[in-house]
């Protein structure tokens, strides 16, 4: 089992809020340039203003004053596994704890479903997207924003490069890859299994850090997902002491140690989104 779908491992990633709060300041910190990552997500969609929206995997609720300050109308549910994830959540009266897997809900319910940065740990994605297929109104639109695979590759090099060091050889380290079970490139195709139309938006940016703490503690805030792909006889705290040792190496030479990020949304409907907004101005070329 890969670290990000072991119940074990969620439940110290998940359990409580902490650690998704503390990457979540880290993106709103140091990313470059500000943005507001949900307020961009939502935007993707073109809403009529009364949609009944589900945001699966809600965790910190960062969707939620998003949605009231720009779609009041609209009626918002909240779920997701974590009762400590939901205990400070925004959204107190509106969530639910419940399983992507297996949704409370009746068949065609909503007209917006959200599954964001959720999907990759879920054990069976295709069936998740089956589950929240299901929940959908005929016309309805799924939204699941995630990473490219490509993303963060300066962080991934600086994490390689240290077990490499610690273990004297690049042949000797071994190193597990660091798998995404739910990305922008695979998250496409399978969608486009079940769905009639995928629409795919990037939003490139970079973490900026003007010096390693932010850095490490974002590092270390992943220890559960990350420790497990390390070489026998390879240690956590030696593999945080060499990436700050490079890091604090780019930071004196260069001022800055820049990391390119890539995130995105897949947009997927049967009906609804932009292939209604398709056929729309199809039907008008039409008259």
Avoid: C
């Amino acid at each position: 089992m890969i670290p990000s779908t072991d119940p074990n491992v969620l439940q110290e990633q998940y359990g409580s809020d902490d650690k998704l709060k503390l990457r979540q300041m880290t993106h709103d910190m140091y990313s470059v340039p500000k943005f507001d990552f949900p307020a961009w997500v939502l935007s993707r969609l073109p809403w009529q203003g009364e949609e009944i929206l589900l945001d699966v995997g809600t965790g910190t609720g960062v969707y939620v004053d998003p949605v009231r300050r720009t779609l009041p109308n609209v009626r918002y549910i909240g779920l997701d596994r974590s009762f400590g994830m939901l205990e400070h959540h925004p959204g107190q009266s509106h969530v639910i704890v419940g399983d992507a897997l297996a949704l409370p809900f009746p068949d065609a319910t909503f007209d917006v479903v959200m599954a964001n940065y959720m999907l990759h740990h879920v054990s069976d994605v295709e069936g998740a997207i089956r589950e929240l297929k299901r929940v959908l109104k005929p016309k309805g639109v799924l939204v699941t924003a995630t990473n490219s695979a490509a993303t963060m590759p300066e962080l991934n090099f600086l994490f390689q490069r240290a077990i490499v060091l610690l273990t004297q050889s690049a042949a000797g380290a071994q190193i597990a890859p660091i798998h995404n079970a739910y990305s922008l490139e695979n998250g496409t195709r399978m969608l486009a299994r079940q769905f009639l139309t995928v629409v795919r938006y990037d939003l490139p940016s970079a973490f900026v850090f003007p010096h390693a703490d932010p850095l490490i503690h974002y590092m270390d805030s992943l220890r559960s997902l990350r420790e497990p792909l390390l070489p026998k006889g390879v240690l956590w705290d030696d593999v945080l002491l060499v990436m700050r040792e490079q890091a604090n190496r780019v930071i004196a030479a260069l001022g800055e140690l820049v990391i390119q990020k890539v995130a995105g949304v897949l947009v997927a409907s049967d009906g609804g989104g932009a292939l209604a907004d398709f056929i729309h101005r199809l039907k008008k070329q039409q008259q």
